[in-house]
């Protein structure tokens, strides 16, 4: 049976038991990372009040239990110059679909094994879809976890496999959920938990996507580790600190200044959380290493802030988001200092994922309204310059640990200013297992494209996405 047939029953089989499904609504939504869900509770009947509690949690006498899950994305979107070009193939639509379904086996409260299938189909690019577009069937995760208890209130998993990982604000590890095909890797993992203590060392590498064949993903060459910790700040209850360092060996990353190996050290801090009617997230990041024969000299500065109006209809959030990333001086010397963003989250900017955050300055104020605690919206506007004259502008994605390959180079006789993007952005949650999400981009080019010969560019996507 053809995947969209496949979606099309899941969708209205949900819908002929809306009373069931709207039973469940009362409990948490799906994770993002979907190997973080526990339906344990379900081992007391009495809890299983939703259509696909069956499913969830499966007793298999004195040999554990069993919890099957899954995912149908059913996306459109269009793009007019796309990347600012003129060419006729600029212009274009697609249909992503993307499936996912997961088996969590846990035969015994120390030993879990998790197994996810992910299928991403792409139709209608006038030319060869793009790398996280497509891949038929693989097997996108499958790990092994061995769970041990450290005093009263800590536990230590070794973690061995195939997995998606995110971290902080996704701006350098991210499961990548924009784009069609979700990112893994394959590593070795220590995650310890204590309360609001956690902290997180691993050794592994990212996992390539084919886009032609079934089951023939493999990791790429080179290497990535590091610790992320997480850490309470008791002196402001709700306020939280990360501490990281992050490691990558890549032997074909792609700036302004040409291809070659990379050598990447990162190390960084982010403080976020909320703090009565205030939510903030602040990052500084900085990386050291070597691209080729030359150093590496680069950083970045992120903060997003909002306050929200709870008194007022929609509870509106007015945000001010401003970051900056470096970019390289001289392309005609070994020096690099274009900021690294590793394996950060495709829809970076905005769902349209016109720019990847290497060499900006970007300034994004914006307002959030919630009419109904299952519908949110928000516009916001995002004002761009470069960062250094000496460099150009890059796509977002591309081999391991290169943010992507530039749009255009730079040039020290070209503007500063980028251009300005607006953004309308909106989700309802229909029910706990189906959400219906729209997205929509302008973006003016600034003086910078203009001299390039680009133009302002149109981005529109309407999804719809079921989870079980």
């Not at 259509?51 to 059913?74: C, H, M, N, Q, T």
């Not at 209608?124 to 499958?142: A, K, T």
């Not at 939510?279 to 990041?285: A, F, G, P, S, V």
């Not at 829809?347 to 299952?374: C, H, M, T, W």
Request: with cysteine; net charge negative.
């Amino acid at each position: 049976m053809p995947p969209k047939f496949i979606a099309l029953w899941l969708f209205v089989c949900c819908g002929m038991n809306c009373p069931q499904t709207n039973a469940g609504e009362a409990r948490p939504p799906y994770k993002f990372l979907r190997y973080d869900e526990d339906y344990r509770f379900l081992s007391d009947p009495a809890q299983r009040i939703d259509l696909w509690d069956w499913v969830k949690y499966i007793p298999l006498d004195d040999a554990g239990f069993l919890s099957f899950g899954g995912e149908a994305r059913e996306r459109f979107e269009t793009y007019k110059n796309e990347y600012f070009s003129t060419n006729p193939n600029a212009d274009n639509a697609s249909f992503l679909q993307r499936y996912l379904f997961h088996l969590d086996y846990h035969p015994s409260g120390w030993l879990r094994i998790f197994a996810q299938l992910q299928s991403s189909l792409e139709s209608g690019r006038p030319v060869m879809p793009r790398v996280p577009d497509r891949d038929p069937i693989d097997m996108h995760q499958l790990f092994v976890d061995l769970v041990g208890n450290i005093r009263t209130d800590g536990q230590l998993t070794l973690r061995v496999g195939r997995q998606e990982m995110s971290y902080g604000a996704e701006r350098l590890i991210a499961a990548r959920e924009g784009p069609n095909n979700r990112r893994a890797f394959d590593e070795v993992r220590f995650l310890y938990k204590q309360g609001a203590l956690s902290v997180d060392a691993f050794f592994g590498n990212l996992v390539e996507i084919d886009r032609t064949g079934a089951f023939d993903d493999w990791n790429v060459p080179g290497r990535f580790w590091g610790v992320y910790a997480t850490i309470p700040f008791p002196q402001l209850p709700g306020i939280r600190t990360d501490i990281y360092y992050l490691g990558l060996i890549s032997p074909d990353v792609v700036f302004d200044q040409g291809r070659g190996r990379e050598e990447c050290q990162t190390i960084g801090t982010r403080f976020f959380g909320t703090l009565g009617h205030w939510d903030l997230n602040d990052e500084m990041i900085y990386q050291f290493g070597q691209f080729k024969s030359g150093p590496v000299n680069a950083w970045s500065i992120a903060t997003d802030h909002g306050y929200t109006l709870g008194k007022l209809w929609g509870q509106p959030r007015l945000g001010l988001r401003a970051a900056v990333a470096s970019g390289d001086s001289n392309a005609n010397d070994a020096n690099l200092q274009t900021f690294n963003p590793l394996f950060v989250r495709g829809n970076y900017f905005s769902e349209a994922g016109f720019l990847s955050p290497q060499n900006f300055f970007d300034v994004f104020p914006s307002i959030r309204i919630k009419p109904s605690p299952k519908w949110a919206a928000e516009l916001g506007c995002d004002v761009l310059w470069r960062e250094n004259l000496g460099d150009g502008i890059y796509k977002v994605g591309g081999p391991a640990g290169s943010g992507g390959s530039p749009i255009y180079s730079g040039n020290r006789d070209f503007a500063r200013f980028v251009g300005t993007e607006l953004v309308l952005g909106t989700a309802w949650q229909a029910t706990r297992h189906i959400t219906f999400s729209a997205a929509y981009s302008h973006f003016f080019a600034g003086q910078f494209i203009h001299q390039n010969n680009g133009e302002d560019a149109d981005f529109g996507a309407l999804w719809a996405t079921f989870k079980f």
